[in-house]
C-alpha cells in the first residue's frame, strides 16, 4: 500500500487512527497493539505473501536478541555472546543477499562464464533493506547492553511500525521505543496539526513534484536505452530532471514518515534535510539519507577504521591525526574504508551493476573531497575561500557532481548512461524544437550551426525548462518543512542551520492557524486531483 494512493489516504489511515485513539481511552497497551496489528496489515497489502517471508526472520531475530539479553546478566558479555551476534548477523545478510541478490549473482555468474544459470524468479520482499539494517542494529544494540529490555510485542511494533517500515528512516529502538511507551494514546492537537501538514507536505512533493517532473525525464532515458541519439538540451533535462525527481520523491517520502509518525505522538529521526544545498559531497551525505549515513558509519566506517588503526598501531606505522597526515595512513585508514563503505551503500541501493558503480563513484568523490580538506586546502585555498564566489563554486561543483552520479543512479545500462553523458557535452548535437527558432530571428546566424528538430524529445523543453526551474527554486532557495515547522520539533532533536531562518519573518513559518490550515487544504486539493495518475516507484523499491 502506498502513501500516496486512495487506500491508504481514505481508507488505512483514516481507520487506524480513529481505532488507535478509541482503543487508548481503554489502555495504551491496547492502542499499541493495534498499531502494530494495523503495520502488520499495511505491510501484508502489496503481496500477503511478504508476510510469510519476513515472519520467520523476526521470529529468529527477537530469538537470537532475547538469547543475548539473557547472557548479559551481570554486565558483561561472555565469549559466546559475540558469537551469537555474528551468527545473527550472517543470518540477516544471507536472508538478504538470498531475496535480494540472488537473482544479480545469477547474471553475473552467466555474464562471466557465459553459461546461462537458471534461476526462478525469487520475490523481493517490500523494504527489505530498511528492516534488515533496522534488526541487525538492534542486535548489536542488545549485545553492547544499550538496550536492557524489551517484550515481544514492542519488538515487533519497533520493526513493523507501518511509517517508517518500507523506506526508512532506518531507527535504534532506543530512540523509539521510549517514545512509544510514554505515549498517552490519546489525540493531541498539536500533534495532529503538525502530522497531518507534513504529511500534506510531502505528498505534494511525491505526487505533484516528484511525479510531474518524471514525464519530462521518463522518455529522455527510454530513448537513450533504445539506442537514440540524445542531444544536449533533453540531455540535461534528464539529468537535472531525475535528480530533483529523486529529491522530491525522497524528501516528500520523508516528510510523510515524520507526519504520519507525528499522528501518533511520535517522532522520527530527520532522513532529509535540503542535500541540494550542500557545498561539498561530504556535506551532501550529511544530509541526504541521514539514517543510512550513520548506519553505515556506526556498523561499517567506524569498525573498518579502528581495526586498520590498531594495525597500524602495533606495527608502529603512522595514523591520521595530528598536523602531519601520511599518504599511507590516508590510504588505508581513510580512503579504503570510505570506497568499501559506499560501494555497500551502492549494493544496498539496488542489486545491479549500476548501483555499484553509483556507489563507486560517490566513494572517490568523498576521497576527494577529503583529500582535499586534508592536503589541499591548507596549502592552496585562497583567502577568500569563504566568500560569495567561492562558495557558489564549491556549491556548483557539488551540484554537477550529484547529478552527474544520478546520471548513472538513473540510467539501465552503462550504454545509455554514456548515451546521456554524451548529449550533455554536445556529442550528440544540439537541436531546437523550430517553434523556439522562428522566435529568434536576431539570432538566426548564430543558430545556423544548430540543427533544427522537431523530435518528440525536442518538442517539450520549454515547459520542461519552466518545471526544472521552478523545482530549482523550491529546492534551493526556500526552507525545507522542517524548518517551516521547527518551533514543534519535527523530528527528534531537530535544529535548523543559522543560514535560513533567520531571514524568515516569524509569521512565515509555519503555526497551526485558520490561513496556514487553509494553505494546507489547497496542497491536498492538488493532490487528490493528481492521485491515480502515473506514478514511478522510486525509494520505496531498495
Not at 487512527?17 to 502489496?46: D, H, N
Not at 511520535?266 to 532529509?272: D, E, G
Request: proline share 6%; aromatic share 14%; glycine share 8%.
Amino acid at each position: 500500500m502506498l502513501f500516496n494512493s486512495y487506500e491508504f489516504i481514505f481508507g488505512f489511515l483514516p481507520v487506524t487512527v480513529v481505532f488507535f485513539f478509541i482503543a487508548g481511552t481503554r489502555s495504551p497497551r491496547l492502542a499499541l497493539a493495534w498499531l502494530t496489528v494495523a503495520s502488520l496489515f499495511f505491510y501484508a497489502w502489496w503481496r500477503p505473501v511478504n508476510v510469510l517471508i519476513i515472519g520467520p526472520s523476526l521470529a529468529v531475530n527477537y530469538i537470537i536478541a532475547r538469547t543475548l539479553l539473557g547472557m548479559s546478566t551481570g554486565g558483561r558479555q561472555p565469549a559466546g555472546a559475540r558469537w551469537l551476534l555474528a551468527v545473527g548477523i550472517v543470518f540477516n545478510l544471507a536472508f538478504l543477499g538470498y531475496f535480494k541478490y540472488a537473482n544479480f549473482a545469477a547474471t553475473v555468474y552467466t555474464d562471466l562464464t557465459g553459461t546461462r544459470f537458471l534461476l526462478e524468479q525469487v520475490i523481493l520482499p517490500l523494504g527489505i533493506s530498511f528492516i534488515t539494517f533496522q534488526k541487525i542494529a538492534f542486535l548489536v544494540d542488545v549485545h553492547s547492553q544499550r538496550i536492557k529490555s524489551f517484550s515481544f510485542g514492542d519488538y515487533c511494533l519497533f520493526v513493523l511500525f507501518f511509517p517508517q517500515l518500507i523506506a526508512g528512516p532506518i531507527v535504534h529502538y532506543r530512540e523509539m521505543m521510549p517514545q512509544f511507551h510514554a505515549a498517552t494514546c490519546r489525540p493531541n492537537g498539536t500533534d495532529l496539526a503538525v502530522g497531518m501538514t507534513l504529511f500534506v507536505i510531502g505528498l505534494f512533493k511525491k505526487v505533484v513534484l516528484a511525479d510531474g517532473v518524471a514525464a519530462y525525464v521518463t522518455p529522455v532515458f527510454a530513448a537513450a536505452a533504445s539506442g537514440e541519439s540524445v542531444s544536449m538540451f533533453p540531455a540535461w533535462i534528464a539529468a537535472i530532471g531525475f535528480t530533483l525527481q529523486i529529491y522530491f520523491d525522497f524528501s516528500g517520502y520523508s516528510d510523510m514518515a515524520l507526519g504520519l509518525a507525528r499522528l501518533f505522538g511520535v517522532r522520527l529521526p530527520v532522513n532529509f534535510d535540503s542535500p541540494l544545498k550542500a557545498r561539498s559531497i561530504i556535506d551532501f551525505w550529511l544530509r541526504w539519507h541521514i539514517t543510512l549515513t550513520r548506519f553505515l558509519t556506526a556498523y561499517i566506517y567506524n569498525p573498518l577504521v579502528m581495526s586498520l588503526t590498531r594495525r597500524r598501531l602495533t606495527r608502529r606505522l603512522p595514523v591520521l591525526g595530528g598536523r602531519q597526515h601520511s599518504p599511507g595512513a590516508f590510504v588505508q585508514l581513510l580512503a579504503g574504508p570510505t570506497l568499501i563503505t559506499m560501494l555497500i551503500s551502492g549494493a544496498w541501493h539496488g542489486a545491479g551493476y549500476m548501483f555499484i558503480l553509483w556507489g563507486l563513484m560517490h566513494g572517490l568523490y568523498l576521497i576527494v573531497n577529503h583529500g582535499w580538506r586534508i592536503y589541499g586546502a591548507p596549502r592552496f585555498a585562497a583567502p577568500g575561500a569563504a566568500g560569495p564566489l567561492w562558495r557558489s563554486g564549491a556549491f556548483l561543483l557539488t551540484f554537477l557532481a550529484v547529478v552527474a552520479a544520478m546520471v548513472v543512479f538513473r540510467a539501465p545500462t552503462p550504454d545509455s548512461a554514456m548515451e546521456i553523458f554524451r548529449g550533455m557535452v554536445g556529442g550528440s548535437g544540439v537541436s531546437l524544437p523550430p517553434h523556439v527558432v522562428a522566435r529568434l530571428p536576431s539570432l538566426a546566424g548564430s543558430l545556423s550551426t544548430l540543427s533544427v528538430s522537431s523530435g518528440e524529445l525536442e518538442r517539450t523543453l520549454v515547459p520542461a525548462f519552466a518545471w526544472i526551474g521552478s523545482l530549482l527554486v523550491i529546492a534551493l532557495a526556500l526552507p525545507n518543512s522542517l524548518q517551516f515547522t521547527a518551533r514543534f520539533e519535527p523530528a527528534i532533536a531537530f535544529k535548523p542551520g543559522p543560514s535560513i531562518l533567520p531571514l524568515l519573518r516569524a509569521q512565515a513559518l509555519w503555526r497551526p492557524t485558520v490561513p496556514w490550515a487553509a494553505a494546507v487544504v489547497v496542497l491536498a486539493a492538488a493532490v487528490i486531483i493528481r492521485i491515480g495518475g502515473k506514478s514511478e516507484f522510486l525509494y520505496w523499491q531498495f
